[in-house]
């Protein structure tokens, strides 16, 4: 087997066999495959697509292309994927709240990506946390605490790495096949029971026709479970933010005003909703509403928060956290008030252009190289439907000077329209999918 034939199948339309795409998957992993035979290999597949085994296949190889889990636990092992939004750091509750509930969360988790946030940058705003563990470790930490949310190890789906900092530069990261196996073959090879996917649609989100949400999240769950994992998507509303801040420490904020019950927004609906559906995927509740209460139980028992706190100090970050965290989360040295210009109901607010406004605050990357300033963002971003008068912040910008305030105010002021009226509400969860 060679690229030059594959490639040429893949040319001229022809499915590729099973064998094939293992053969593609180790190539990748193992350097035999050029960069201009990935880049080929990445295009061929977005432009022509792979059918519903195609799929599969492409999957499973790229899981197998390196090491993948097994667990030996006192309950199931569930996981949950965010197709990516700003102000969304649901993670950070569900994981330990799922512990708290007898559950297993091995969350292999990623950085920002576009105008988005990660859940490991948010994270390592902690000070002293490493995200970086080895098997050995997440094993440990799962078996002892119940979660972990770290990055993937080097052993971990190695053809994913590979293909996908090609497709970030061949402009096929859009293809549903590829973002399908590229998810799938990394939460798969961490030995899942059951998986949820939160698929984003708004403003805010990758995601904003609903078509295209409804045809990704069907490809995921059919995908998952064709290879051995039942899954959930819900497909959820991102016309706002998920929780009212961008920013990692503003995040962290946010998730631990969550954890210790202080509050009952949209991220502790998001998280209630996502671990329900897990709960009941897992076994662990008679159906995705009882496993809602369940969750919400976890959080305000305090359960939960304790999860989090022993992840923490795991991690390498402070014993205390769950008590001190706001002395140890570093704060912005420049804090103002983003203004109103017009008095007004706020009726719709661009997410991705809040998200660049966080990342021109240094709260994000320009490109891969660039360090991330933890405490730099947004907080107290308004909500839809809020009434705001001339001169009332519509938000708060975080900054590292006054320069860098005064560009991202104006960002923010382009960013949320206020009209006449208030906007239509839309549910939070749009659509449920199995597969």
Request: glycine fraction near 12%; hydrophobic fraction near 45%; proline fraction near 5%.
């Amino acid at each position: 087997m060679d690229a030059r034939t594959l490639l040429s199948k893949l040319r001229h339309q022809q499915a590729p066999s099973a064998g094939e795409l293992v053969w593609a998957a180790g190539a990748l992993a193992d350097g035999t495959l050029s960069d201009a035979q990935a880049g080929a290999l990445a295009m061929a597949i977005c432009l022509n697509g792979l059918d519903g085994p195609g799929r599969v296949a492409l999957t499973l190889a790229m899981r197998d292309s390196g090491d993948v889990l097994g667990w030996d636990l006192g309950g199931p092992v569930l996981d949950k994927h965010s197709t990516g939004g700003v102000g969304d750091c649901v993670s950070l509750v569900l994981a330990p709240a799922l512990a708290a509930c007898g559950a297993y969360v091995p969350m292999i988790s990623g950085r920002g990506l576009g105008h988005t946030g990660g859940t490991l940058d948010k994270l390592e705003a902690v000070p002293g946390v490493s995200t970086q563990c080895d098997t050995p470790q997440l094993r440990a930490m799962v078996g002892q605490i119940g979660c972990a949310i770290v990055g993937a190890s080097a052993q971990i789906a190695p053809a994913d790495r590979r293909l996908y900092a090609v497709r970030d530069v061949t402009g096929t990261v859009d293809s549903i096949d590829l973002i399908t196996a590229s998810i799938l073959s990394k939460k798969l090879a961490a030995g899942l029971d059951g998986l949820v996917l939160d698929v984003k649609l708004g403003s805010g989100a990758f995601m904003k026709d609903p078509a295209a949400a409804r045809k990704l999240a069907q490809s995921l769950c059919e995908t998952a479970s064709a290879a051995g994992c039942p899954a959930t998507a819900l497909i959820t509303d991102m016309s706002e933010p998920a929780a009212p801040a961008i920013g990692n420490a503003l995040e962290m904020v946010e998730a631990m005003h969550t954890l210790s019950g202080a509050a009952r927004g949209t991220l502790s609906q998001l998280s209630c909703a996502l671990g329900g559906a897990l709960l009941a995927q897992g076994g662990l509740a008679q159906d995705p509403e009882a496993g809602e209460q369940m969750i919400a139980r976890a959080i305000a028992s305090g359960a939960a928060l304790d999860r989090f706190a022993r992840m923490i100090a795991a991690l390498g970050g402070p014993r205390d956290f769950d008590i001190r965290w706001a002395d140890h989360l570093p704060q912005a040295p420049v804090v103002h008030a983003v203004p109103s210009l017009t008095s007004g109901v706020v009726c719709s607010m661009d997410g991705q252009a809040l998200g660049l406004a966080g990342i021109a605050l240094g709260a994000g990357r320009q490109v891969e190289t660039d360090r991330i300033n933890p405490a730099t963002g947004l907080s107290r971003i308004c909500r839809l439907g809020s009434a705001i008068e001339v001169g009332q912040p519509l938000a708060f910008v975080h900054a590292a000077n006054d320069t860098a305030a005064q560009q991202a105010a104006g960002m923010v002021q382009r960013a949320i329209a206020l009209g006449p009226r208030r906007p239509q509400a839309q549910p939070l969860i749009m659509e449920r999918i199995s597969g």
